[in-house]
């Protein structure tokens, strides 16, 4: 039970949402922030300036929810306003979520309970990255390779090299962590203000080399967003050039050559993007030859030219195609029915009124998860078939109603969404 006396004492968990005119977004994120099976939680919304209506969104939610809190934003920059809501944190951990994402209804309680075991100061789960493509849904895991299908430890010589340009596909650095914030306020720790990307890499790299301990989880319960608009999407110029100031962070006297190797190899990825970035602006402004002169002899700056110019042509292209209509909405559902069951006799009914049904077998593993809703329309109805659980059903959460799937009963259950919380957006 949420009640307002909850208030009065410090939660467990504050939930970090920051937010700058992500109104199409930002409801989305709250309700599945609300939607937590760990309860013991504040969520804490730092509104930097927004003038879509964002702020209006969270104050509505805060309205209905007494654990929401929406302040000011010192509109000085993304690190700025991560480390105005590490300050306002009252809870023993801080869970980021960004206010375009959304989250497992049991995200919140899985980090804690591996913090809990392990002690770890640092904990990430897996993601499964999607994006909403004319009315369709399309998903992945996000670290899919064989070192990140089960819980390990990652050290800091590892983290670097896995954020750093050409390394590991899974770029660890994107993982919204769980922080042991009393680990932050004795090191005293904040983010970087010089950064408006890789702030969280950069925080979580100090964090390590400090001694803090990080823990990865593989089952995937944040979903990232992509989107046109996202921060990740956009790298300057100055972006990258402060990602190079702030690289050596984490070397102290003493440091382990492998550390000193992978920050060595991360300064080199950035300055090849750097060059590709200038070589672009080169290329718009005063044509071939300087673009040339720009990127010298990388040979990788090269390659990623030549990939930029392919995906700017495919763009293009796309452009001038007619827009593809959105496509009726679905019943998802999640195993077999036992034949003659009220489930079976119930899904029949929605399959007479006209609902197309899509099946996924169980039983569902990490991997099936992240592509539970791969391609689909929108979801209408979610059934979930024993031996499947609501757990299960929660991976539609990117695609239907995020509070109805958290209050789902014991199996067999279904659900019955209202129209989808996400609308379609071009990518």
Not at 413 to 423: D, E, I, W
Request: glycine letters at 6%.
């Amino acid at each position: 039970m949420i009640t307002t006396s909850s208030r009065n004492r410090p939660p467990q968990v504050s939930m970090l949402i920051v937010a700058r005119n992500t109104a199409p977004f930002i409801g989305a994120a709250l309700r599945s922030a609300r939607a937590q099976t760990f309860e013991d939680i504040e969520i804490l919304v730092v509104d930097d300036g927004s003038t879509d209506g964002t702020r209006q969104i969270a104050m509505a939610e805060a309205a209905l929810d007494p654990r929401i809190r929406v302040i000011d934003g010192p509109r000085r920059g993304l690190a700025a306003v991560r480390n105005t809501s590490l300050a306002a944190a009252r809870g023993r951990w801080a869970a980021i979520l960004d206010s375009d994402d959304l989250i497992h209804p049991d995200h919140v309680a899985r980090l804690v309970a591996e913090a809990r075991a392990t002690g770890a100061e640092i904990i990430a789960a897996n993601m499964i990255a999607f994006a909403i493509e004319q009315g369709r849904c399309r998903t992945a895991l996000f670290a899919a390779r064989e070192p990140w299908r089960r819980p390990r430890r990652i050290g800091l010589a590892e983290y670097v090299r896995c954020n750093s340009a050409f390394g590991d596909p899974a770029c660890v650095g994107y993982l919204k962590p769980l922080l042991d914030l009393d680990f932050l306020r004795h090191h005293n720790l904040e983010y970087d203000p010089r950064l408006r990307i890789s702030e969280d890499y950069d925080l979580v790299a100090r964090m390590i080399a400090r001694g803090g301990r990080f823990s990865y989880l593989p089952r995937p319960t944040y979903f990232y967003r992509r989107h046109r608009n996202s921060t990740s999407y956009r790298q300057s110029e100055a972006d990258l050039t402060a990602m190079l100031a702030a690289a050596e962070s984490v070397i102290a006297a003493g440091s382990p050559r492998d550390v000193r190797m992978a920050v060595a190899r991360r300064k080199a990825g950035i300055r090849t993007v750097l060059r590709h970035t200038r070589a672009i602006e080169a290329l718009k402004r005063q044509g071939i030859g300087a673009a040339h002169a720009a990127l010298g002899t990388d040979l990788r700056a090269w390659s990623l030219l030549a990939k930029s110019a392919f995906e700017g042509t495919g763009r293009r292209l796309g452009s001038l195609r007619h827009s593809r209509p959105t496509p009726p909405p679905v019943a998802l559902v999640i195993g077999t029915p036992q034949q003659g069951s009220a489930l079976e006799a119930q899904i029949a009914e929605i399959a007479a009124s006209g609902l197309s049904i899509v099946t996924r077998p169980l039983p569902i593993d990490d991997h099936a998860r992240a592509t539970l809703i791969d391609g689909l329309p929108p979801l209408m109805a979610t059934f979930v078939a024993p031996p499947g659980t609501a757990d299960d059903a929660g991976y539609a959460i990117v695609h239907a109603g995020i509070d109805l799937i958290a209050q789902q009963a014991p199996c067999p259950t279904s659900m019955q969404a209202q129209p989808p919380l996400l609308t379609p957006e071009t990518v």
